[in-house]
């Protein structure tokens, strides 16, 4: 059985050393130690999240009594926010012996991948859908360069032709 202790080693980690070596990389340790802290946090309402592609990607909600206008999503330069709120009050006359079905207001909060875009969000039987797509810049996907060569004619005068084998 874990103590408390234990615990605690396996979810504090001090990236310190490693932001003193590194240049550049200050998004990926401000993502992972939001992450840690994440863990620790609410875990509601419930998600899932899929690779349907190579480059897409799917986020499932469980929103079980909200309905579309109750909630909103939000995309921001690396981050997805999905909040919601609920506004109705309860029935007049009706009193709940028993309440199963969460009514709270909840923030879940999605780090993206750089490119990483929303394409579109769909509700269904009390389950929120948020499709996302990496679509990476044609400026930044790598392409072929290709390779001039000289050659030599006759006349010893060099001519540039372009290589065909790209």
Do not use: C, W
């Not at 109750?70 to 999905?82: F, G, K, P």
């Not at 930044?140 to 790209?166: G, M, W, Y």
């Amino acid at each position: 059985m874990l103590n408390k202790e234990d615990l605690e080693m396996r979810t504090a980690f001090d990236l310190t050393p490693y932001r003193r070596s590194t240049v550049g990389f200050d998004r990926l340790f401000d993502a992972l130690e939001n992450s840690f802290r994440a863990e620790t946090q609410d875990s509601y309402p419930p998600f899932d999240i899929a690779r349907t592609g190579e480059d897409s990607y799917r986020i499932t909600l469980a929103v079980a009594g909200f309905r579309p206008d109750e909630i909103d999503i939000t995309a921001q330069q690396n981050q997805l926010v999905i909040s919601g709120q609920k506004t109705e009050k309860d029935e007049e006359g009706v009193e709940f012996v028993h309440r199963g079905i969460a009514a709270r207001a909840f923030e879940r909060r999605f780090q993206l991948a750089d490119y990483v875009e929303v394409r579109d969000a769909n509700y269904e039987h009390g389950m929120l859908t948020i499709s996302l797509q990496r679509i990476v810049p044609e400026s930044l996907k790598p392409r072929k360069i290709a390779i001039e060569s000289r050659e030599h004619v006759n006349d010893d005068t060099p001519q540039l032709t372009e290589d065909k084998a790209a």
